[in-house]
């Protein structure tokens, strides 16, 4: 049974920094491009960012480009999600996802649903 389970969301105020996990099992890690998505109610889910299965490529949405960064550890099977200078429209609940088949780049497209995905971890950014 595949699981992602993310952690590290919470309360933080704006300009300050959270580091997002997303522990796997259950697949083979490395052979999965991973990525970051996150949704706010009333809204469509959307891309944040996205790492390759060797995590030698990456792609963020431009709103996070230079503050978010997306990493993985396959000995660990976990990708993070640093997250620096933090605004209030960074709050939504951030979504861990997997696919087996799609590139990285073309998961971050969500032309349709990955193979897995998380929970949902809250991350709330006060003005």
């Known amino acids: 049974q595949v699981q992602l389970v993310e952690s590290g969301g919470g309360l933080v105020q704006t300009g300050g920094s959270l580091r997002l996990s997303c522990a796997a099992s259950?697949?083979?890690?490395?052979?999965?491009?991973m990525g970051w998505f996150r949704q706010t109610p009333g809204k469509e889910r959307e891309f944040v960012a996205t790492?390759?299965?060797?995590?030698?490529?990456?792609d963020y949405a431009g709103s996070v480009k230079g503050r978010f960064s997306i990493s993985r550890d396959n000995a660990k099977n976990t990708v993070y999600l640093q997250m620096n200078s933090l605004k209030p429209d960074d709050t939504a609940v951030y979504y861990c996802?997997?696919?087996?088949?799609?590139?990285?780049?073309?998961?971050?497209?969500?032309?349709?649903?990955?193979?897995?995905w998380g929970q949902g971890t809250q991350v709330t950014v006060s003005s």
């Open positions: 996802a997997a696919d087996g088949r799609l590139s990285w780049y073309d998961l971050g497209s969500l032309s349709r649903d990955p193979d897995y």
């Open positions: 259950g697949l083979t890690f490395s052979t999965y491009a």
């Open positions: 790492i390759s299965r060797t995590g030698n490529n990456r």
